[in-house]
């Protein structure tokens, strides 16, 4: 059977969500707190990668086992088990081919920045301490979703095949005590949601105008974007899939 875990972690103490030769990493710590509960070798599949210290409201990743008879039973225990900074929230039978990567359509990042200094937000959020013009920011997220290829914004000598994302949501907005970004796609590429926030920041402090968005994109060029903004600040907050591949009868 396969099933799918929907949980969340900080991930300050975490080197990442990807296990990693000589680092702690969130997928490792799940994979031994499931194969300690369930009594056999279990390896679990996330639905993306995490760099080290970025957070996840609303993260997925699937497993294969034979029947889990009390699927309420098995969250509880593995929330006792696991660490404080990484919690389940539900456990889904799925179809056998499912995938938690390749099937999501959609996923949803969050960047954090304060404007004060605030002690809550130390671990959790960007300071940035000069004015920031969210209007012309938001102008300049808009051009966002006129480009499909996002080289420019990727990390430099990423392996990957395409460049290509569809953009389908980026907005700032004042969120009480602190400003949020929120984007929107079918797939990010690596860096790339810190990258666009660093470049976004630079066009809020009047260093860039909103329009240059479109000629940085254009270029293709890594070194033309902004600075990537620290990953505390970034959380990964909601994966969308089919539900054609869920157990309609859960």
């Given at each position: 059977m396969r099933y799918f875990i929907r949980?969340?972690?900080?991930?300050?103490?975490?080197?990442?969500?990807?296990?990693?030769?000589?680092?702690i990493s969130v997928q490792e710590v799940l994979e031994n707190a499931l194969s300690t509960i369930l009594r056999t070798s279990i390896e679990i599949v996330g639905a993306g990668r995490t760099d080290t210290g970025v957070h996840a409201r609303e993260m997925y990743a699937h497993f294969d086992f034979e029947t889990i008879q009390d699927k309420g039973q098995l969250i509880q225990?593995?929330?006792?088990?696991?660490?404080?900074?990484?919690?389940?929230?539900?456990?889904l039978s799925a179809a056998g081919t499912a995938h938690a990567r390749f099937d999501a359509t959609e996923r949803?990042?969050?960047?954090?920045?304060?404007q004060r200094k605030n002690p809550f937000y130390a671990d959790f959020a960007h300071c940035v301490w000069q004015e920031l013009h969210v209007q012309k920011m938001n102008e300049a997220a808009a051009f966002l979703l006129n480009h499909t290829d996002f080289e420019c914004f990727s990390k430099s000598n990423t392996d990957v095949k395409t460049f290509i994302c569809d953009v389908r949501k980026a907005v700032w907005s004042q969120n009480d005590d602190k400003l949020v970004f929120t984007i929107s796609a079918d797939r990010f590429l690596r860096n790339m949601v810190r990258a666009i926030v660093g470049t976004l920041l630079e066009v809020g402090l009047g260093k860039r105008n909103p329009e240059e968005i479109n000629k940085i994109i254009e270029s293709k060029s890594r070194s033309k974007?902004?600075?990537?903004?620290?990953a505390k600040g970034l959380y990964l907050t909601r994966i969308l899939y089919p539900k054609s591949i869920f157990d309609e009868q859960e």
């Amino acid at each position: 059977m396969r099933y799918f875990i929907r949980f969340s972690y900080l991930g300050k103490a975490y080197h990442g969500w990807q296990k990693q030769p000589n680092a702690i990493s969130v997928q490792e710590v799940l994979e031994n707190a499931l194969s300690t509960i369930l009594r056999t070798s279990i390896e679990i599949v996330g639905a993306g990668r995490t760099d080290t210290g970025v957070h996840a409201r609303e993260m997925y990743a699937h497993f294969d086992f034979e029947t889990i008879q009390d699927k309420g039973q098995l969250i509880q225990r593995l929330n006792s088990l696991l660490p404080q900074d990484i919690a389940i929230q539900e456990i889904l039978s799925a179809a056998g081919t499912a995938h938690a990567r390749f099937d999501a359509t959609e996923r949803t990042y969050e960047y954090w920045v304060i404007q004060r200094k605030n002690p809550f937000y130390a671990d959790f959020a960007h300071c940035v301490w000069q004015e920031l013009h969210v209007q012309k920011m938001n102008e300049a997220a808009a051009f966002l979703l006129n480009h499909t290829d996002f080289e420019c914004f990727s990390k430099s000598n990423t392996d990957v095949k395409t460049f290509i994302c569809d953009v389908r949501k980026a907005v700032w907005s004042q969120n009480d005590d602190k400003l949020v970004f929120t984007i929107s796609a079918d797939r990010f590429l690596r860096n790339m949601v810190r990258a666009i926030v660093g470049t976004l920041l630079e066009v809020g402090l009047g260093k860039r105008n909103p329009e240059e968005i479109n000629k940085i994109i254009e270029s293709k060029s890594r070194s033309k974007a902004g600075v990537s903004v620290p990953a505390k600040g970034l959380y990964l907050t909601r994966i969308l899939y089919p539900k054609s591949i869920f157990d309609e009868q859960e």
